[in-house]
Nanobody
Framework: QVQLVESGGGLVQAGGSLRLSCAAS????????MGWYRQAPGKQRELVAR???????EYADSVKGRFTISRDSAQNMLYLQMNSLKPDDTAVYYC?????????WGQGTQVTVSS
């Protein structure tokens, strides 16, 4: 079992920055892929960014050039640096860890960007 706890969300003005953190514990190692997803009210959960077990990274087109995902495997931490935030980035952000067929999600952290 893998436990994930997100932190770092909050209220920020458009153009501002936030850094999300995800602390992983339990049966996890660097063979897991990890990622950030978000869900806005009335919308489906969507991929924001992910990093595979071999370090490959993928970003949603809407966040490319603004968000950076990083991972500290030694500390079992995942980060998302979010710059130039826009009101459209407002959502609950979730951390996910997966290694087929296993998958775990955190409880989410709210990010609200005011215009």
């Amino acid at each position: 079992q893998v436990q994930l706890v997100e932190s770092g969300g909050g209220l920020v003005q458009a153009g501002g920055s936030l850094r999300l953190s995800c602390a992983a514990s339990g049966s996890i190692d660097n063979t897991f892929s990890m990622g950030w997803y978000r869900q806005a009210p009335g919308k489906q959960r969507e991929l924001v960014a992910r990093i595979t077990n071999i370090g490959s990274m993928e970003y949603a087109d809407s966040v490319k050039g603004r968000f950076t995902i990083s991972r500290d495997s030694a500390q079992n931490m995942l980060y998302l640096q979010m710059n130039s935030l826009k009101p459209d980035d407002t959502a609950v952000y979730y951390c996910r860890a997966n290694k087929w067929p296993r998958e775990s999600w955190g409880q989410g952290t709210q990010v609200t960007v005011s215009s």
